[in-house]
């Protein structure tokens, strides 16, 4: 039986060290490469859903308005709570500063009073950002036909505190539905939604409807990225596999 010096264990264990670390980061890439690849795949998958809705005109019956998801259509009867006005901040448009303007917007569905965020368009800023002016809007009971909108991710804040002002119109940082129920005094006979509704085109109230039926990123560009990491995957597959074989000729050559 072949007898190792305490160097040749040395160089052993340093050896296999090596090749383990090798595997090991090997690995890694090609799980996290072929992850993203799938990742992209369901990506342009729920944006070609999204697409398919947004140009959808089936309206979801708003006694299932808990099930509802983003880019549905709703169709709401009821009022604006005009007097409560929310300013959502840093919504440029045009080059121009302004506000997205949220509205409480009030229906009895059954026994139930629901509260839905209705985002009425923009609004241009004042020039003075502390004068905030109240927006004409009608009072009495009417229809809506809007949309669901749900983010994607969670818009950047600088913080998670909405430095609100004091009276109304209130100017607030991003979209809070559970800071705009306690802001109105949401009493425990009504709910509230936890989403935002966006008016369709020529409806009651409408301000600039600055958002239109586009995607920040098509589900071509989705599939695209894929394509891209999963070369990527091949790609260090062949790598790997081309480096091994060089490794082996190498040994067997110092052998000979």
Known sequence: MPQFSVLQKVSFNRWRGKWVGFALLV???FILTVFLGFWQLDRAQQKENLLVRAVSND????????????????????????QFQFLVDNKPFEGQAGYDLIVPFVENIGDER????????WKKA??????????????????VLARVYLPE??????SDKQFANSGWPKRVQYFAPDFFATSIGLDSTRLASGFELRLEEHQPGLQVRRWLPSLLMPPAKHLAYAV????LAFALIVLVV???????????NNEI
Request: no cysteine.
């Open 27 to 29: 690995t890694f890439f």
């Open 59 to 82: 309206v979801l019956p708003i006694s299932q308005w808990p099930s509802a998801v983003n880019g549905q259509l709703v169709n709401l009867t009821g009022n604006y709570l005009t």
């Open 114 to 121: 629901v509260v839905f965020w209705v985002n009425l368009g």
């Open 126 to 143: 004042s020039i003075d950002r502390d004068v905030f002016t109240q927006t004409a809007l009608p009072t009495e009971s009417l229809e």
């Open 153 to 158: 991710k969670k818009a950047f804040r600088l």
């Open 228 to 231: 891209q990491w999963f070369l």
């Open 242 to 252: 081309v480096f091994l074989v060089r490794h082996f000729k190498e040994s067997v």
